[in-house]
């Protein structure tokens, strides 16, 4: 769709030598190439599938949709014979040792159509069986060690990168409104060129210049970063984190790896081990340059739909089946949201060794939120290289610093270094851009829309030095408080770069009492507590009421999504608490928390604690605890999104690895327990290719010594209609305890896999998830409360039936099918509790949705 810049024309004396040698070592030095098209002698329209045969030989070929076909050939006597269904046989002589073009025109044979009742498409079935085009994809793929740049001992090279987002498809009544007039010359900035029948209006730009080296051997990477300059958003939305962000949907471009990431997903390379098995192939045209002659290799999935490209591959003719040149887009019926069309184009070079390297790649792509209309964004990812140095591997030392260094004046080089230093140089609107968008943040209409858009989206206010939010818990409701009223803020670092204060108050109109959290935290190395490498101390102190086991990994457990519960909702917690803790970061990922805590509990509504002490039941008003924690992380490869005041997480295909210890210590502020507990987690994203990919987390807790139920492990529970992925949704709060525990959590994402074969339902786009979870866990005698009457009683209702019990031999399992992208937006989730079904007041399934942004 989107052609790339022509083929380059580097070349000297050895790379001539290295091609001369290469032809003369193989049989291509005296090939016969044969290319041209097939038409019906009567219409002149292409014929599709016509095959043709090298006479006397093995050697066959068939047209492709346009009605092309190429046969490459060494055979000294050449005759072919061109054949198709309802057509006369057609007999060519060509001329051996040559390339040359024979044109065929086919004559319809009306008896043999009679005879044969032909009425539908003239094409045959694709055969990968003596096809031309499979032998030679296959010799691609087989030569891919040869080619990969990766298999090089060690590559160095310069790197510019430019990436551009632009609005586009802008209706002339919207650029007419009043309410842009602040703005109009944005649009006059505008490039009517770069797609034909768009215009587009750049609005964010930024780019890079780097030192890149890699290791074969130690199997590690460098980048230096030299210079760097963007379009500066930072005072209204996390600039860093939107970089991230952009940078991991146009990723860099392997073409020789079996699955290419694009914008969140993975796609299957055209030159994936076996691609043949997934992709057609036609050989389309022979190319002759000063570098050496190119086929053109033509693929387009099998299965339309899948997660697949279609375009043109070039292949060398030197003996090294290397990619020369890649064009490809997304297929059409790709399942991905937001995206119109997405156009790639790769180059390759050859250096004086006759080494193959990237030298250019070329992302453009088209989103919006309607299919093929209405107003949309344009993203345009540039990469260029030079300086290639391959095989001159540097000392293993260099690498074991910081695999990323930037250069101290890295953001603040000049004008003219950007002049001089640009691979590629800047466009007439592009040059623009960053003047604009300076200007822009000075329109006071601008700002005010985008305080309105981020408290939107965020749900947080901001007053400049300070925020409100977040919204979606100003109000919410429950059994315990009824009508609950919340407010809360938080400094950001424009009010202090070192101390950070957070807080909120909430009120509850049925139990009339007041709930709070403060707490600060003092920056050790004075950048952002919401930053990368924190180094920070943090004291707080909270009195609030809780659901004891509503472990849910939402933002806000408060919202007021989250009011609306199944079952019995009359199980809480009134806990007061204060903390300290201190977290330290390093460059590896690795971060460690060291914590302590003070926690006083009362329980409330039909939650009681009931001792029995020579057969007689006291209720015990309230429990304490101290304890002391450390927790360790590692999340090898981690990508933040980081804004201002939170943290997100971006998946990838790493671990993430933690463990936590924690003691508890009696008599030590009042704490009523000794004991000792052992936590450990592991979560991973597996990508399948085309089958998309599976989220797995473990998570197991050990608790050592004899304490009551509220101090074991209170089974992960959802009785909230939001469909979570890291508890039971069908499980009831407090319904199982014990003193060690494993929790599997599996859920996978076909991404439309299966539907998009589905005639009908494969327009609506949607997508296909299935999940499993299990509980695993036994409670040990020393904390069985029926055992220990002196051990709190699992609670019971008003008929004396247990609410709580402990898990047994037999795990906790409950199973989901489920329909997401509905809307492009929306989750919806089937679910089948397997087990403990005599349990009172279980639901067997139950339906969650869940809202989801993804592409």
């Not at 019906?40 to 014929?47: N, R, S, V, Y």
């Not at 020789?256 to 043949?276: E, G, H, K, R």
């Not at 450390?630 to 804004?643: C, D, S, T, V």
Request: glycine share 6%.
């Amino acid at each position: 769709m989107f052609r790339g810049r022509s083929l380059p024309y580097h070349l000297n004396f050895i790379s001539i030598f290295c091609i001369l040698f290469f032809l003369s070592t193989f049989t291509y030095a005296q090939s016969t190439i044969i290319k041209g098209k097939v038409t019906d002698a009567k219409t002149g329209e292409p014929i599709a599938g016509v095959s043709i045969s090298l006479l006397n030989t093995k050697i066959g070929s068939t047209t492709n949709e346009n009605g092309f076909y190429s046969i490459v050939t060494s055979s000294s006597s050449i005759q072919l014979q061109f054949s198709f269904l309802g057509y006369k046989t057609v007999t060519k002589k060509a001329t051996p040792g040559t390339i040359q073009t024979i044109n065929v025109k086919m004559v319809s044979d009306a008896q043999m159509l009679t005879e044969t009742e032909v009425r539908a498409s003239k094409k045959l079935p694709y055969k990968n069986k003596d096809n031309p085009a499979v032998a030679l994809i296959k010799k691609v793929i087989e030569n891919k060690p040869i080619n990969q740049p990766k298999n090089y001992e060690s590559i160095e090279y310069e790197k510019y990168e430019k990436l551009v987002f632009s609005l586009s498809d802008l209706p002339q009544k919207v650029l007419d409104k009043k309410l842009l007039s602040p703005m109009k010359f944005l649009f006059e900035n505008k490039d009517t060129l770069k797609i034909k029948g768009k215009t587009i209006y750049p609005m964010y730009m930024e780019e890079k210049i780097s030192d890149n080296f890699y290791s074969k051997k130690l199997k590690k990477t460098k980048t230096v970063i030299k210079a760097k300059q963007q379009v500066d958003i930072s005072k209204y939305v996390d600039q860093n984190g939107v970089s991230v962000y952009m940078n991991r949907m146009y990723a860099d471009i392997d073409i020789y790896a079996n699955n290419i990431f694009i914008v969140t997903n993975q796609f299957l390379s055209p030159i994936a081990d076996n691609a043949q098995d997934s992709y057609k192939f036609f050989i389309t045209d022979t190319i002759k340059t000063v570098e050496g002659d190119l086929v053109e290799l033509s693929f387009t999935p099998r299965v339309k739909g899948n997660m697949m490209f279609e375009g043109n591959l070039y292949v060398t003719l030197d003996g090294r089946y290397a990619i020369k040149k890649v064009e490809m887009n997304l297929n059409k019926d790709v399942n991905l949201n937001w995206v119109r069309s997405l156009a790639i184009n790769l180059t390759y070079s050859q250096d004086s060794l006759c080494h193959y390297y990237l030298s250019s790649s070329h992302v453009l792509s088209d989103f919006g939120f309607l299919k093929n209309k209405g107003i949309g964004v344009v993203g345009e990812r540039t990469i260029s290289f030079k300086d290639y140095v391959i095989d001159h591997p540097r000392e293993d030392s260099y690498y074991n610093v910081d695999t990323v260094v930037i250069a101290a004046n890295s953001t603040s080089q000049s004008e003219n270094y950007w002049k001089e230093n640009r691979i590629d140089s800047l466009s007439p609107t592009e040059s623009k851009v960053y003047y604009n968008m300076d200007t822009l943040q000075t329109v006071p209409r601008f700002k005010s829309m985008v305080r309105i858009t981020n408290f939107l989206i965020t749900g947080y206010h901001s007053f400049g030095k300070f925020e409100m939010g977040p919204a979606s818990t100003f109000f919410s409701f429950n059994e315990l408080e009824g009508s609950r009223f919340k407010f809360g803020g938080r400094t950001l670092p424009a009010f202090n770069r070192t101390w950070y204060f957070e807080g909120y108050g909430a009120y509850g109109l049925k139990d009339e009492k007041w709930k709070y959290s403060t707490s600060v935290a003092y920056s050790l190395n004075h950048k952002s507590i919401y930053k990368f490498l924190n180094n920070y101390l943090k004291v707080g102190i909270e009195s609030t009421a809780i659901i004891p086991g509503q472990a849910l990994e939402l933002s806000q457990s408060d919202g007021f999504l989250l009011s609306f519960k199944r079952g019995e909702d009359n199980k809480w917690l009134y806990t007061s608490a204060y903390k300290f803790n201190y977290v330290r970061e390093f460059n590896n990922h690795f971060s460690y928390d060291f914590g302590f805590r003070r926690t006083e509990q009362s329980p409330a509504l039909d939650l009681h604690y009931l001792v029995i002490n020579d057969g007689v039941q006291t209720e015990v008003e309230n429990l304490t605890t101290t304890d002391l924690s450390l927790r360790l992380r590692w999340a090898p490869h981690e990508q933040m999104i980081e804004g201002k005041s939170y943290r997100t997480q971006i998946p990838n295909k790493f671990p993430i690895l933690s463990a936590k210890f924690t003691v508890g210590i009696k008599d030590f502020f009042g704490g009523d327990y000794n004991y000792q507990s052992l936590s450990g987690s592991i979560t991973k994203r597996f990508y399948l290719s085309q089958v998309g990919y599976t989220d797995i987390a473990l998570e197991s807790r050990w608790v050592f010594g004899q304490v009551p139920f509220p101090l074991l492990n209170l089974v992960p529970a959802n009785q909230t209609y939001i469909y979570s992925q890291r508890s039971f949704n069908l499980m009831n709060f407090m319904e199982f305890v014990t003193d060690h525990s494993v929790n599997v959590y599996l859920d996978h994402t076909f991404n439309g896999y299966l539907l998009n074969k589905v005639p009908l339902l494969k327009k609506l786009k949607l997508r296909e998830f299935i999940s499993a979870k299990m509980a695993f866990g036994a409670l040990r005698s020393e904390n069985d409360p029926s055992l220990h009457p002196e051990l709190y009683q699992f609670p019971v209702n008003p008929n004396g039936i247990p609410y709580t019990y402990a898990l047994n031999n037999t795990p906790y399992v409950e199973l989901g099918a489920g329909i997401g992208n509905i809307f492009k937006l929306f989750r919806v989730d089937f679910i089948k509790r397997l087990t403990y079904l005599d349990n009172p007041d279980v639901a067997s399934f139950g339906i969650r949705a869940a809202y989801i942004f993804d592409f």
